[in-house]
């Protein structure tokens, strides 16, 4: 009896082990273990080779372009511009590892029973409250736009479809009744965080979708595009 409840330790352990879940020391001390006791290690190799099983049936799912804007603000804080790409790296990661990190979480679950919740990425003062994915002619995602009526901040997070254009994009809302109002220049591959003045909060918090309008460099358009409209994205509430 006593050698059957040490076996099961000894295989939580492993599991544990594997999962990357042991407290530093714990780690540590276990790795030692593993080095030194053949059953052990035998018992890591199994459920190493069960987690690789278990990601190779799990199809990978992209996260909506609504949520990175979400995890950025979240993480980063709202002036996400200076993000120095890290953003760009934890997408990458998630898409690459969401199998491994499924499988991981399932076998959690049934070896502890003690699921914890993780909580969703919120953005701070106040929380995003409308999102939009404005895309080209041809379909490409282009840009990712968050706006926080509570604060006023409207964050913007553009592919790289448009990089090289010698043109400077554009942001502009689209009013119920068609008008539009032009928020302002943007780079066309960086993250930027637009703190709108309580005329454009206004609009911002009305608009039915938006745009992207290619202007020449130091031209700013007024009442409407110059240059030619080359992405749009209807408006969604949250």
Do not use: C
């Amino acid at each position: 009896m006593t050698d059957t409840i040490d076996k099961d330790a000894d295989d939580v352990l492993a599991g544990e082990l594997a999962l990357r879940i042991l407290p530093p020391a714990e780690e540590a001390a276990a790795r030692g273990r593993e080095q030194t006791d053949a059953a052990f290690a035998g018992r890591v190799a199994r459920w190493n080779e069960d987690l690789a099983r278990l990601a190779d049936e799990i199809a990978p799912v992209r996260p909506s372009d609504a949520l990175w804007v979400r995890i950025a603000a979240g993480a980063f804080g709202v002036a996400a511009a200076n993000d120095n790409g890290r953003l760009a790296f934890w997408r990458r990661w998630a898409i690459g590892s969401t199998g491994l990190l499924a499988a991981s979480v399932a076998a959690l679950a049934v070896m502890v029973a003690q699921p914890a919740a993780v909580p969703e990425p919120v953005a701070p003062q106040g929380g995003v409250t409308r999102v939009a994915t404005l895309t080209l002619e041809n379909g490409a995602a282009a840009v990712t736009l968050a706006y926080d009526a509570g604060t006023g901040h409207l964050f913007l997070a553009p592919t790289d479809v448009m990089e090289g254009d010698p043109r400077v994009p554009h942001l502009w809302l689209v009013k119920p009744d068609g008008g539009v109002q032009l928020v302002g220049a943007f780079h066309p591959t960086q993250p930027a965080t637009h703190n709108l003045d309580a005329t454009l909060a206004s609009v911002a918090g009305q608009a039915i979708s938006v745009a992207v309008s290619m202007e020449e460099p130091g031209h700013t358009p007024s009442a409407q595009p110059d240059g030619p409209v080359v992405a749009q994205g209807d408006i969604t509430q949250l």
